[in-house]
């Protein structure tokens, strides 16, 4: 198991220099079956990250770059008539693979984001009454840009809660610029990634994760953090059922990519702030003081008193 994580942050850090927590972080999101929504301006990298990754995990990778004009069918398919047979044949959208860029997904148009976020949520595309299940392990890796960019809109609430991570990959510091400036000269950085897990043994790891042991205590705990959120003062809409579970699968692959099969607080509270920043709505008067949703949830970290296990 550590020898599988260990093999697959050292492939992904050949190419993505100094963004360690980033790296591990994606992966953690992978093996608890969830997907990925990084929000950072263009050139930090986001492209990259998602080769790098479909490379170390041999997947099978397609790009959907997001416009106005990008319509549902070009994402999950449409059926044509096949002469031969007499029949309407489904000809496959980008979703038919293991691993989806969807990148500025905030570009396009709102039946569009509808499309891919269904896919999502259900693990299958229908089409003209038939249901086509997609590959597995299957992962959406989407980039937006800064709201307030020009030609971005807000992905609605309830399309956010469906990725269980958002991110920023920010910008390297100064050394790990410079490493980049020498390295990038003569090579292209994704010929270093090679392959070194199969499909099936991601899937294996996915399953692993989800038979990570989590004491009632911790369950206690996660849920005394999502009521915390509900209560705060400058929260309108705190983090939802749907939420707290997806805090409870991404501590499970922290603890799994520690090397551990069980949970320990420390697992939760690594990952809440970017499992629940995204999923809640502040009001108005928190742009006044500057309070992020991130510094919300990391404050509720640090108040509420983490459970003593094994006492």
Request: hydrophobic fraction near 40%; include cysteine.
């Amino acid at each position: 198991m550590e020898e599988k994580i260990t093999r697959i942050i050292d492939e992904v850090k050949k190419v993505i220099v100094g963004k360690d927590d980033i790296i591990q972080k994606v992966l953690m999101t992978v093996l608890a079956k969830g997907h990925i929504l990084l929000e950072d301006i263009p050139g930090v990298g986001k492209t990259t990250l998602a080769l790098a990754f479909s490379r170390a995990l041999g997947l099978d990778y397609k790009r959907i770059q997001f416009t106005p004009d990008v319509i549902p069918s070009d994402v999950v398919g449409f059926s044509v008539y096949d002469k031969a047979t007499g029949q309407l044949a489904y000809k496959p959208g980008a979703v038919m693979c293991n691993l989806l860029l969807a990148d500025e997904i905030n570009r396009t148009s709102s039946k569009t984001q509808a499309a891919l976020l269904e896919v999502m949520e259900e693990g299958n595309v229908t089409v003209d009454g038939n249901t086509y299940q997609v590959p597995q392990p299957f992962i959406v890796l989407s980039t937006q840009n800064p709201i307030g960019s020009a030609g971005t809109q807000l992905l609605p609430q309830s399309q956010l809660d469906r990725f269980m991570v958002r991110m920023q990959m920010g910008y390297p510091d100064f050394k790990s610029q410079v490493n980049i400036l020498r390295d990038r000269q003569t090579e292209q950085p994704l010929d270093a990634a090679q392959q070194v897990v199969t499909k099936e043994e991601i899937m294996e790891m996915q399953a692993e994760v989800q038979q990570v042991h989590v004491d009632d205590a911790l369950l206690e705990y996660i849920t005394c953090l999502a009521e915390a959120t509900r209560e705060h003062e400058l929260v309108q809409i705190g983090v939802s059922p749907r939420g707290a579970l997806a805090v409870n699968r991404m501590a499970k692959a922290s603890a799994y990519i520690e090397g551990r099969d069980y949970m320990i607080p420390e697992d939760i509270i690594r990952v809440f702030p970017d499992v629940c920043a995204h999923r809640v709505v502040l009001f108005p008067k928190a742009k006044i003081t500057n309070t992020t949703a991130e510094s919300i949830m990391k404050q509720i970290t640090e108040e509420i008193e983490t459970p003593k296990i094994g006492e």
